[in-house]
């Protein structure tokens, strides 16, 4: 079955630190992969996406994420976190096709020191 | 582009009143759009998609009768929660897909059941 796993439910870093959300997924075929930002209260997102091609996608707000078909990982990286990043990330896979599902991670909290 | 708006963003009703909610793609044609749940500190879980012109698909658990789904057009999609209960109060997010594999969420709406 799919699933995603996000193992990190809460995260603290110091602004201007860097930052590095994990995600593994598992998932039979070739997944499309994403990361999405949610903002309390509000919806989501979309930060990157991994479809194919280059491993190392590069998404807005300066995130970038790498695909490891080997590690079954998407994980999210960012050189200098930002106060402003404070919010909820989640990891999820696409099905694609006709179904076109999207299964999330159970999403990590980001806080964001001074 | 690829914005899709949902009406309202809040809702407060009484116990065992109907509430409806719509999910529109405002600059695309959504073939497809999904409905998922959201409660506090949790991930978004998917109750059901719909696609133009044809009856939703219901995740499992999800109450076909109590969670109707309408998408009659290429552009909308409504969520009417029958006879609201306190235990329906939660945050309801749509996202409509073109097609492509990737799935674009509106804000979200905030459903109170008193």
């Known amino acids: 079955a799919q699933s995603v796993t996000q193992p990190d439910i809460h995260i603290t870093v110091s602004e201007g630190a860097s930052l590095e959300l994990r995600c593994n997924y598992s998932?039979?075929?070739?997944?499309?992969l994403f990361w999405y930002v949610q903002s309390p209260g509000q919806g989501l997102q979309l930060l990157l996406k991994?479809?194919?091609?280059?491993?190392l996608v590069q998404g807005i707000k300066g995130f970038e994420a790498e695909f490891k078909r080997s590690q079954s990982s998407f994980n999210l990286r960012k050189p200098s976190v930002h106060w402003s990043d404070a919010a909820e990330y989640f990891c999820?896979?696409?099905?694609?096709?006709?179904?076109?599902?999207?299964?999330f991670g159970t999403g990590t909290l980001l806080a964001v020191q001074p | 582009g690829a914005v899709v708006s949902q009406h309202p963003s809040r809702v407060i009703c009484k116990s065992g009143t109907s509430v409806k909610i719509e999910c529109r793609s405002l600059?695309?044609?959504?073939?497809?759009m999904f409905w998922y749940r959201q409660f506090p500190k949790q991930s978004l879980m998917l109750m059901a998609t719909?696609?133009?012109?044809?009856?939703?698909?219901?995740e499992q658990g999800v109450e076909k009768d109590k969670f109707l789904i309408n998408h009659a057009s290429l552009t909308l999609s409504t969520l009417t929660v029958t006879s609201a209960h306190p235990e329906d109060s939660s945050f309801y997010i749509c996202?409509?897909?073109?097609?492509?594999?990737?799935?674009?969420f509106g804000p979200g709406t905030r459903l109170t059941v008193l």
């Open positions: 996202s409509a897909s073109g097609g492509r594999n990737e799935q674009f």
């Open positions: 998932y039979g075929a070739t997944p499309y």
């Open positions: 991994y479809f194919s091609g280059d491993t």
């Open positions: 999820a896979v696409g099905t694609g096709g006709a179904t076109n599902k999207l299964i």
């Open positions: 600059d695309f044609q959504a073939t497809t």
């Open positions: 719909s696609n133009e012109g044809s009856k939703a698909t219901y």
